[in-house]
């Protein structure tokens, strides 16, 4: 399978490149991004056939259709990381919450939130391909919490991979720091700024676009890549849970097979509701995708209305910071895959020159037919996280509750939906024991136990062992130094 470029071929790269090579160096001609040539035809059969596979066995089939460039060996060895998560049986369960709502936790891996469900497998495939090119890559990374740990679990004493990790000091949840500061291998390094987020978002993206870091890099025969979800090597693994989670509807007897469902899903840069888009063409029967988002809600205004608008706009603090994102770059793969390269570099220029753009009343309704959208406030969201579990006897997070409100808003009742969770309770459990029970400034460690005590779960081991880990990264530095502390540490 080629990949090629949403925004056309600046003929200074190569027109088609491979799996391999979309991986290593995922930004494409003009800023663009790089998707399949076409999508695999899965169909009624396929889905038929992995009525009764195992999570690993159907996305080993949904992998080889793709016919990518990477060793069967290669793929077994990172899809066997899913047997490290909670169930061996099954990474992704799917349970019932409410009549017609059913959710599907994606944060069962080692770090507890969803970036585990590709990023445990995209640290195997990275490596080996670095490994079989006998090159050396620095993997940059900057997080407002739940990238961060998941890049360092999964690039931990790999071959052929360094990691620098950025995020701001003060800035992530207790719990998501100390996944960072206690890792302990001599390839990772994690920096702390002060700062805010966007001010390690800033520093990476203007290493990653500066020749004379490349060329430093060079000196030391090492090159230079993200591990952002932009990576098509991660939303390849995105699609697979799509399909799982149908399949498990049908397997529940939640659905009949061929009956269309929604899939909702809290989006912050649109790599898991791209999978699901993707899912879907390749042959999920879905009747929509519902997009949910906090008060950063970009994406709500572009599905509703056409325009995307950052004119004036400014990232604002929420309960749900995974989220908090206004370029939302996967957006770019719907645009291309509905209106063209042409359409999606001028809409793409749109944006960078005039913070701005606007689709036409067709495109709109073409987005529209495959797309609805709402956003839930944090006060909302915390109703949410109450109400669901004193009625329903679930707990979610606020990502997850963000679904709630475009669940209520946007699906007809007599259609299933298949909400994402994206994160355990362990992660934001200050946001949640302030739903739960009205106490306020709690640490994690309190609002851990006072959750625990409340919906009678227990806190898991690794969750728990972190107080205790010995903190080995503390290096906290300024934004000016970010490059000099890079460089010492290669
Ligand atoms: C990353 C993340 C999201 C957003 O996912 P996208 O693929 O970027 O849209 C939502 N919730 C949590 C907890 C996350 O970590």
New binding site residues.
């Given amino acids: 399978m080629n990949f090629i470029q949403t925004r056309g071929h600046d003929k200074n790269r190569p027109q088609y490149v491979t799996f391999s090579q979309a991986i290593l160096s995922p930004i494409a001609s003009f800023g663009g991004l790089y998707v399949p040539e076409n999508l695999p035809e899965l169909g009624k059969e396929f889905l038929n056939k992995h009525l009764n596979s195992s999570y690993k066995e159907l996305a080993s089939d949904m992998l080889s259709r793709f016919e990518i460039d990477i060793d069967e060996s290669v793929i077994k060895e990172a899809l066997d990381l899913y047997d490290n998560f909670d169930d061996v049986s099954n990474p992704v369960p799917v349970k019932k919450v409410k009549e017609n709502l059913y959710i599907s936790e994606l944060?069962h891996g080692p770090t507890r939130?969803?970036?585990d469900m590709a990023l445990q497998p995209f640290g195997v495939v990275l490596s080996s391909i670095a490994q079989k090119r006998n090159e050396n890559y620095l993997i940059l990374a900057a997080t407002s919490?739940?990238?961060g740990p998941a890049a360092l679990e999964t690039f931990k004493n790999r071959a052929n991979v360094q990691v620098a990790c950025l995020y701001p000091d003060g800035g992530t949840s207790d719990v998501q720091r100390l996944q960072m500061v206690t890792e302990d291998a001599p390839n990772l390094k994690v920096i702390g700024i002060n700062g805010v987020f966007d001010d390690a978002q800033n520093a990476l993206k203007r290493l990653l676009a500066s020749d004379d870091f490349r060329a430093e890099l060079k000196t030391k025969n090492i090159s230079l890549s993200a591990a952002n979800?932009v990576n098509f090597g991660r939303i390849i693994f995105?699609i697979i849970y799509h399909i799982h989670s149908y399949l498990e509807l049908v397997r529940q007897g939640a659905t009949v097979m061929g009956e269309k469902v929604y899939l909702n899903?809290?989006?912050?840069?649109?790599?898991?509701?791209?999978?699901g888009y993707y899912a879907w063409k390749m042959g999920v029967p879905v009747e929509k995708i519902i997009i949910s988002s906090n008060e950063n809600n970009v994406l709500t205004k572009l599905i509703k209305t056409g325009k995307y608008d950052l004119r004036d706009l400014h990232v604002v603090g929420t309960t749900?910071p995974?989220?908090d994102?206004l370029k939302?770059s996967?957006v770019e793969r719907i645009l291309y895959d509905m209106f063209g390269l042409e359409r999606t570099r001028e809409l793409m220029e749109d944006l960078e020159t005039k913070n701005f753009y606007e689709l036409t009343q067709d495109e709109l309704v073409r987005l529209q037919n495959s797309f609805d959208a709402d956003f839930c406030n944090g006060e909302e969201g915390k109703k949410y996280i109450k109400d669901t579990f004193y009625n329903d006897g679930y707990l979610m997070?606020p990502?997850?509750a963000t679904c709630m409100k475009s669940y209520e808003t946007c699906s007809s009742p007599e259609i299933k939906t298949i909400a994402y969770s994206?994160?355990e309770w362990t992660?934001?459990s200050p946001v949640i024991a302030n739903a739960l029970t009205g106490e306020l400034d709690a640490h994690d460690i309190e609002a851990l136990e006072s959750i625990s005590k409340v919906a009678k779960l227990d806190i898991p081991d690794m969750v728990k062992g972190l107080f205790d880990k010995e903190v080995v990264q503390n290096t906290i530095i300024e934004k000016e130094d970010i490059e000099k502390e890079i460089l010492k540490f290669l």
């Fill in positions: 944060y939130a969803f970036k919490g739940d990238t979800s995105q899903v809290p989006s912050g840069n649109f790599g898991n509701a791209l999978g749900s995974a989220m994102i939302s996967n997070d990502h997850t994206t994160a992660k934001f």
